[in-house]
């Protein structure tokens, strides 16, 4: 069955410290993945995907066929990344997109 | 700039009545979503639809039904409102094809008493 796993439901670290937001695929083919972010009192909205390969407010993820995994990184934390932070995949076989189970992240001063 | 619009920012009902959320959008996206969200299990499906008249059950199906009359209309219905539905409930829609961006509305607060 298609799943994504993202295993820590919170990270606390202080502000300049890295982070590392793991997510874990199930899925048989080659997955379409993405992370989307809930800032508080805002919508849900897409960070970045990783056929775009790119850097979204300095974060990055790159995609471990090997691992199936999609962890989000960035090298230096800022208060303003607090944020509910979830990994989704696309199911081609379904055409539905799933989501993991969400981890907060907090940023401390 | 993308709209997607929930009717209601938060709804209370009683339990056993049949409740309604709607969801509008004004970008002719051809995927509509419904997902419930809950804090440890995060968003799970409900029901999609990717044409008008055209449905297909989620992850988490029971207890809801849809109906998509218009494309840029998708409702959820709760047939029997329980407890257990107290939730966020978020819509989305994208664009047909496998991997587009998905827009959320701002989420439905239902609490069921």
């Known amino acids: 069955a298609q799943r994504v796993t993202q295993p820590e439901k919170l990270l606390s670290v202080f502000k300049g410290a890295p982070v590392e937001l793991k997510c874990n695929y199930s899925?048989?083919?080659?997955?379409?993945l993405f992370w989307y972010v809930q800032y508080s009192r805002q919508r849900l909205q897409l960070l970045l995907r990783h056929i775009s390969r790119e850097s979204i407010k300095g974060f990055t993820a790159d995609l471990n066929k090997g691992e199936t995994s999609f962890h989000l990184k960035k090298p230096f934390a800022q208060e303003e990344d607090s944020a509910m932070y979830y990994c989704?995949?696309?199911?081609?076989?379904?055409?539905?997109?799933?989501f993991g189970q969400g981890t907060e992240l907090s940023v401390k001063p | 700039d993308v709209k997607v619009t929930q009717s209601s920012r938060y709804l209370v009902k009683r339990t056993g009545e049949k409740v309604f959320l709607e969801c509008v959008q004004d970008m002719d996206h051809e995927n509509m979503f419904w997902y419930r969200q809950d804090p440890g299990l995060g968003l799970r499906l409900i029901y999609f639809?990717?044409?008008?008249?055209?449905?297909e059950k989620g992850d988490i199906p029971e207890g809801y039904s849809v109906s998509r009359e218009k494309k840029e209309r998708f409702s959820l219905i709760l047939e029997s409102a329980s407890t257990n539905q107290t939730s966020m409930y978020l819509c989305?829609?994208?664009?047909?094809?496998?991997?587009?961006?998905?827009?959320f509305g701002q989420g439905t607060r239902l609490t069921v008493v």
């Open positions: 989704a995949l696309w199911n081609n076989q379904g055409g539905k997109l799933i």
């Open positions: 989305a829609i994208s664009k047909a094809g496998a991997g587009t961006e998905a827009f």
């Open positions: 899925y048989s083919g080659s997955p379409e």
């Open positions: 639809s990717y044409d008008v008249k055209m449905k």
